[in-house]
């Protein structure tokens, strides 16, 4: 049987208003308050608004997009991508930047299931964000492992890498190493390091792996890549993102080296940002259009029917884009 | 006396029921439908959610963002940081790309107007939306004209013109061009060419504009410059905004002009992302902290006043970021 208001009202030990309250996000409630209903709400599986709306037929037509931060300017060519496609359905789109804060990420969660949207997309780099096993709304996910029944999206980050590490090896580079974020057990971008050790390996070559944790300062980012330049030889460098690609350059012209002579560089992602104002970055670009519609296509169908059987994974090519850095 | 939803049925030819939906925009209506109530409600200065909100005193915690596209830079960091202050006011946002289609940010700024949003902080390029006169939602502009009572929050335009025009010619240029977009009326960024043109005059300098529109494609920009370039013995180069900067070095590269020494370069906007990733880059920094923070706090004012006494125009200053290129 369904849980009710009142089921989550006597475990929450509060009456029905507050918890209508809570999930109507309407007036004046403590955190304490809040925090005990949505324990209750997801200790019983509760769902408000797919309830609510069923009984109404009323859709929010709002979708939310839980991104780490459009500041990077891969997210912000998905995020305008996403938010283009869903106008074009009559969707407009709540957008949550949520950084590098899990609190943040599982605020606006709660906020937005409990009654504000259709419907999320969510490529953020916060894990083991629990919410995210507990409700029943329509969620696709990029690049990321979330819960069992949430679709992944992502881009063939095995064969990235392993393009990457072809590139730098085919125009002469013999000891090439990688920067690359912290690997996180699921995470689908593993798949980049991963495609350049198997290369690395079938070739007979080291791969020399050094993780940058993606939180880390520009400044501080630019630091470590120095003492990692200046201490190894290396004459090949893939990097796992075209931010890094691009202090990596700067580096290497402090130090002198000059690319592609000296080192040779790849990136990954190729934006519209790096392919029109990066055009001599060499980099694997990731299939953003076609991201983009898989993932509004697959959310789409799912809040349309919350039941309809999707892929657990969906993995679209990637291409190099050839400029002169390698 | 207030129009009532029956003032607007009546205009516009339809049930009330009818108006109500639209309002909701709750199931299927015609596009021919839909603009007859709008248009109606515009004649009648109907305002549906301050009636319907200030007598159920509720409102949506959702703030509108209309800005013109989140792929550039410049919007991404400033959307990013307008959705964190406003999250930590318990406002979510809705975000809109208007890119370069005005029909897009009327249907949006319909959609906002008619149940949506508190306010609306607005940044795009569309001029002419008479949509903005039309209603008395809370709305904040960024750097662009919109109506006599929206107030506009900017930078100081004019004197960094002035700064970069000067940083110009004590960098050793004589000969200073201006590469920006088409000017509009009304329109505060217009203060960086008048700023640029004072300066050059108060030096006995000639100015030489060139307009190159911002709706623009990369690739036809870089073809513009290039033809400019090769023309004209510039050397020294004010760029309206950084991107363009960037392209700019990308020709003067292709040109074998090197930067400083025959080519002296500025650019506008100073982002994080640009300071971070293009530290040689000398540019002008839009205060992007304080803007985000006046904007939201205006905004906060309005929606919790309607009638509170705000300026018409709030500059902020600007300031010069010295790299290498100039």
Redesign the interface.
């Known amino acids: 049987m369904k849980p009710k208001l009142n089921d989550v009202a006597q475990l929450a030990g509060v009456s029905v208003t507050t918890v209508s309250r809570v999930i109507n ?2 007036g004046y409630l403590s955190e304490k308050t809040k925090q005990k209903v949505f324990a209750a709400m997801r200790e019983l599986h509760y769902q408000p608004n797919n309830m609510a709306r069923s009984l109404q037929g ?1 859709n929010t ?2 979708v939310g ?1 839980i991104f780490s ?3 990077n ?1 891969f997210f ?2 998905l ?2 991508r996403i ?2 496609l869903l ?1 074009a359905k009559n969707y ?6 949520s ?1 590098d804060d899990p609190q ?1 990420e599982r605020d ?1 969660l709660q ?1 937005l299931m409990a009654n ?1 949207v259709d419907g999320i997309i969510a490529g953020a780099h916060n894990l083991g964000i629990e919410e995210y096993q507990q409700y029943g709304l329509p969620i696709i996910s990029f690049d990321r492992y979330l819960s069992d029944n949430v679709p992944i999206v992502s881009s063939d980050n095995f064969n990235g890498g392993w393009l990457a590490a072809q590139t730098l090896q085919q125009a002469g580079a013999d000891k090439i190493a990688i920067f690359t974020g912290k690997s996180h057990a699921g995470s689908p971008t593993n798949g980049r390091r991963e495609g350049y050790e198997a290369y690395l390996k079938q070739q007979g070559l080291t791969p020399h792996v050094h993780e940058l944790p993606f939180e880390l ?3 501080l980012k630019t630091m470590e890549i120095r003492t990692i330049l200046e201490n190894h030889a290396y004459n090949g460098v893939f990097c796992s993102d075209d ?1 890094t690609a ?2 990596t350059a ?1 580096v290497a012209q402090q130090l002198k080296l000059t690319i592609p002579t000296d080192l040779r560089l790849v990136g990954y992602d190729g934006t ?2 790096i392919r ?4 001599n970055l060499t980099t694997i670009e990731q299939p953003l259009a076609d991201i983009s519609t898989l993932l509004v296509s697959l959310l789409l169908q799912r809040i349309a029917d919350a039941n309809c059987t999707l892929e657990e994974k969906y993995v679209l090519p990637v291409k190099l884009i050839k400029g002169i850095t390698a």
Not at 92 to 97: A, E, F, G, S, W
Not at 276 to 279: I, L
């Open positions: 996000d309407h009323k037509q709002l997009l931060d459009i500041s300017p912000a060519e995020v305008s938010e283009k106008f407009k789109v709540i957008l949550c930047n950084a943040k606006y906020m504000q300062s520009p400044a931010l691009l202090l700067n519209a940002l029109n104002y990066h055009p």
